[in-house]
């Protein structure tokens, strides 16, 4: 349960607001520097200022990261996700299904051909998840004006109190992310699946997330009883978050009646279940319980629709990897060759041959939620650079030089990648186990 | 009647090399021999020291443990199929259509039974060899306390041990005592239990157990003194694995002794800590094991809920392959029932979590595929699926099992009002009103399945008390 906090993945995965046009690189000492990223490699990075006549050449072991200005936000929801046999995630838009390779688009890259061997999974038609609240905006509805004020689409805390807001009935799962940041410490308590605005230990069907400086911890409270019942607690500490900010994301599964807490969209924090089932209210109430004005502000905040079965599917276990696999939106999962898809075909279906019909089946792609190609046991590919990437994608690499706007990326399993150097979100150093003699 | 006192001396004879047969009654128990139920309601038993047999009021019948709930003629048959009113018939699959399927059982013959009271098909339920399954009987079962535990003057004197057998189930009604098994679990394991309670109380299910002693302690007094004692868990199971089960919360503890002696007992860290049950008072529990891969996986109610990675530890003594429970510092009832425990292929069986609510769910013994949409016919050991995407046709036995849609398991309140229910081992439970039954046979109304004639031979119980009586004081120590 002890969460294992990792600054590299914030820094990578994370939505930290990085508004500067040039290349931040954070140093192991704290130190930090600004200026544009020429040459990564396995030994040093090469870093153009306006402060040095040449470029200064920095060891790469002390680099902690390196933060890029933030991609074009439509890069973000690409509507296929490959992961690769080494873990890394790559969104993108998938073109086809050949023999032997499937072929893949992103906004920053031409046509890439990915081997089918590489593949651990094979996640298609990502829709970009239905918002149901994208805020905090000014002139909004939220209660509490004394406790809260919104100030450039986030909360700011006047005092302790609370402040809620109804986006309407949530009748599906969802998901309820939120940048927190504060000043010197945090005492946050977030209700949600609350029909009441008011903060409190009454009777009373919805949940409560604590957030303090040293723990994180989700009660569910009842109409029924008395006590708040404690769904999972995790403890926190501050040093892992140097920059006194991180982003949650409250996972909601209605059908399984299950929460998931994330840290930075990558680090699970808590995962529970709730036996009573998941409480009908659609009330939001942040609550400081923080005297002084300024010490929190929440926000962005963002509502969306959430389907948790396709986020299921790529974590099950492979099976068989001799044999490929699809599965479908309904869950039902077919073992054999995947044959082909053709994604921008009239017929748009991908055929898979499976034991138990004499033809191939032929899947709508919209019916497509997952799909695994069987492979062999290959090197796992894990190089000492790790690369952020819109949307969440993760690639690690070998080296990376940057030349006219562009980066090339030496991929341990895909070789040379050339991208547009807007793609690349933040970069850091990964610890390999010392090579066996 | 007539005709079964005729028959007496040679079932006396007969049963003579067999254990005896006990007969449970409200208000007592007593040893002898099952001779059958005449058609006027009367249980008629036999002894050496009762010439013309003894004969009971079914109403005063709790159940009858048949040879030691040891089966002459055990079937072996895995294969089952369930009932909406929660019976599992033992047998093979011959052939089913849209109104009704065939099956071939060795205990009740050849049944033809309406698809409206089917829930599921198993064809290969386990996907392995079945190590165990029970309890049907309190054979091979030790009630012990914990090995560093001493026996308190209250312990020895008290009259009543923690655990009882009684019928098909073990209850636990308070005290230190641990109930252990020793079995000789694969190193892929399902293990699957039953567990019912008033208020849940802390329960320790202890698996690939060896129950190995606490080592002799070594050097002078002081030193003895000074050596780190087992704890509860490891004094009760050795080197063992134990899932502690407390309300909702669920954690793993690995516990044992070190290559040197020491003990040690550790939690097994994993993401999630709490499973949900889908009722207040029961609960359907299924630990998957892999030792090759270092997994284990809870299922609970079918459901998936909780996954841990086990580390290598070359330094502790390796595990040994019993199982058992305990109930530390709680005298709140349980009660455990349908234990099995056998192989597993390893998968981890995504299949399991798969629900649809308007097609019929086939799952692959693979472990990991899964299809659904409408059943049309099994034929010639292959079933036929309508399905989305095209009719698939499954060889029988690749399916592992086959769920009927809007088909639910509600087990009536009670079996009562005169209804017996006929356990089978392996597996199976048949319920019915008793018409009249012999030594070895007896035939039952099914609401389900007409006239049914079932071979006792094979049976381990007969039970005419409602299955759900433990909350009733009759079976209170």
Not at chain 1, 3 to 13: I, N, Q, R
Not at chain 1, 149 to 160: K, M
Not at chain 1, 190 to 216: M, T, W
Not at chain 2, 167 to 172: A, F, P
Request: glycine share 8%; with cysteine; hydrophobic share 35%.
């Amino acid at each position: 349960m002890t969460p294992k906090f990792s600054s590299l993945t914030s820094a990578l995965m994370g939505l930290v607001a990085i508004t500067a046009s040039a290349d931040q690189i954070l140093l192991t000492d704290g130190s930090r520097l600004t200026g544009e990223v020429v040459t990564l490699d396995r030994e040093q990075l090469s870093l153009r200022t306006p402060l040095a006549q040449e470029d200064l050449g920095l060891k790469l072991e002390g680099v902690r990261e390196v933060n890029f200005p933030p991609p074009p936000e439509e890069w973000a929801d690409q509507s296929a996700r490959v992961v690769l046999i080494n873990g890394d995630v790559f969104p993108c838009e998938l073109k086809a299904i050949g023999d032997e390779t499937i072929t893949v688009n992103t906004a920053y890259s031409s046509p890439l051909d990915v081997p089918r061997r590489l593949i651990r999974s094979l996640q298609v038609g990502l829709q970009p998840r239905r918002i149901l609240y994208d805020g905090p905006q000014a002139g909004e509805e939220w209660s509490g004006p004394s406790a809260w004020r919104v100030e450039n689409g986030a909360l700011i805390s006047l005092g302790r109190g609370p402040s809620a807001f109804d986006p309407g009935s949530i009748s599906s799962s969802f998901s309820l992310q939120f940048q927190l940041k504060w000043a010197r410490t945090t005492n946050l308590e977030v209700y949600f699946c609350s029909a009441s605005e008011s903060p409190g230990p009454q009777k009373e069907d919805r949940y409560r997330l604590q957030i303090r400086n040293h723990r994180l911890r989700l009660d569910r409270q009842s109409s029924r009883q008395n006590t708040f019942d404690t769904l999972g607690e995790v403890p926190l500490n501050p040093a892992d978050f140097p920059q006194s900010t991180f982003q949650l994301e409250i996972r909601v599964d209605r059908d399984r009646h299950h929460l998931k807490i994330q840290l930075d969209d990558a680090e699970v924090l808590l995962d529970a279940v709730d036996r009573q089932g998941i409480p009908e209210g659609s009330k939001i109430v942040f609550n400081s319980l923080i005297n002084e004005p300024e010490a929190m502000s929440v926000g962005p905040i963002l509502l969306r629709a959430w389907n948790p079965i396709r986020d299921r599917h790529p974590n099950e276990e492979r099976g068989d990897p001799t044999v490929d696999a699809l599965i479908d939106i309904d869950g039902q999962r077919f073992g054999g060759k995947i044959l082909g898809s053709q994604a921008d075909s009239p017929s748009n279906s991908v055929e898979i041959q499976t034991d138990f019909s004499p033809s191939p089946l032929h899947v709508p792609m919209d019916r497509v939620s997952t799909l695994f190609f069987c492979h062999s046991d290959e090197a796992t590919g894990r190089s000492p650079l790790l690369i952020g990437l819109p949307d969440t994608g993760l690639i690690s690499a070998e080296s990376c030089h940057f030349e006219n706007q562009q980066a090339r990326i030496l991929h341990p399993l895909l070789g040379e990648l050339t991208f547009r150097r807007e793609a690349l979100r933040a970069l850091a150093r990964r610890q390999l186990p010392p090579e066996e003699p | 009647m007539i005709r079964l006192l005729l028959l007496l001396p040679l079932i006396l004879g007969m049963a003579s090399a067999e254990p005896p047969d006990l007969l449970r009654l409200s208000d007592g128990s007593l040893e002898g021999h099952f001779g059958g139920i005449t058609p006027e309601g009367k249980l008629l038993w036999l002894r050496d020291d009762a010439d013309n047999g003894l004969s009971f009021n079914l109403d005063r019948i709790q159940h009858v443990a048949l040879r030691g709930a040891q089966p002459q003629g055990v079937t072996g048959e895995l294969s089952h199929v369930f009932l909406t009113n929660g019976d599992c018939l033992p047998g093979t699959i011959v052939s089913m259509d849209r109104d009704q399927l065939v099956m071939e059982s060795a205990v009740a013959g050849q049944l033809t039974i309406p698809i409206s009271a089917i829930a599921s098909l198993a064809p290969n339920p386990f996907g392995g060899r079945l190590i165990y399954a029970g309890p049907f009987d309190a054979e091979a079962w030790e009630i012990t306390l914990p090995a560093s535990t001493d026996p308190t003057p209250e312990a020895q004197e008290s009259k009543t041990p923690a655990w009882q057998h009684s019928g098909g189930d073990w209850y636990y009604h308070g005290g230190p005592e641990i109930l252990r098994r020793a079995l000789s679990m694969p190193r892929q394991s399902v293990f699957r239990m039953h567990l019912d309670w008033r208020a849940m109380p802390p329960v320790m299910i202890g698996f690939y157990s060896d129950f190995m002693a606490p080592p002799p302690l070594e050097g002078d007094e002081e030193a003895q003194q000074a050596a780190p004692r087992p704890d509860f868990t490891t004094a009760s199971f050795g080197n063992s694995l134990i899932l502690n089960v407390r309300g909702n919360y669920v954690s793993l503890q690995r516990c044992g002794y070190e290559k040197d002696g020491r003990p040690f007992s550790r939690m097994i860290r994993t993401d999630a800590s709490t499973v949900q049950f889908r009722k207040r008072d029961e609960a359907e529990l299924e630990i998957r094991t892999d030792l090759d891969e270092g997994t284990v996986t809870l299922y609970v109610d079918g459901s998936y809920m909780i996954h841990w990675n086990l580390e290598e530890e070359e330094n502790f003594q390796p595990l040994g392959g019993g199982i058992g429970f305990g109930v530390p510092g709680n005298h709140d009832s349980l009660r455990i029932s349908n234990l099995l425990v056998a192989e597993w292929n390893g998968m981890p069986d995504a299949a399991r979590s798969f629900d649809h609510a308007d097609r019929d769910l086939i799952l692959l013994t693979n472990g990991t595929d899964r299809f659904s949409g409408e059943i049309v016919s099994i034929q010639d050991r292959r079933i036929t699926l309508s399905g989305p995407y095209a009719d698939l046709t499954i060889p029988l036995h690749e399916v592992a099992e086959v769920h009927l849609a809007g088909h639910q398991v509600e087990p009536p309140e009670s079996i009562g009002n005169g209804s017996l229910a006929v356990f089978f081992q392996p597996v199976g439970r048949i319920t019915g009103k008793i018409r009249e039954a012999g030594p070895d046979h007896a035939v039952l109304d099914s609401p389900l399945l007409n006239q049914v004639r079932l071979d006792l031979r094979a049976a381990s119980l007969l039970e005419y008390q409602p299955a759900g009586q433990f909350l009733n004081p009759w079976d209170e120590p």
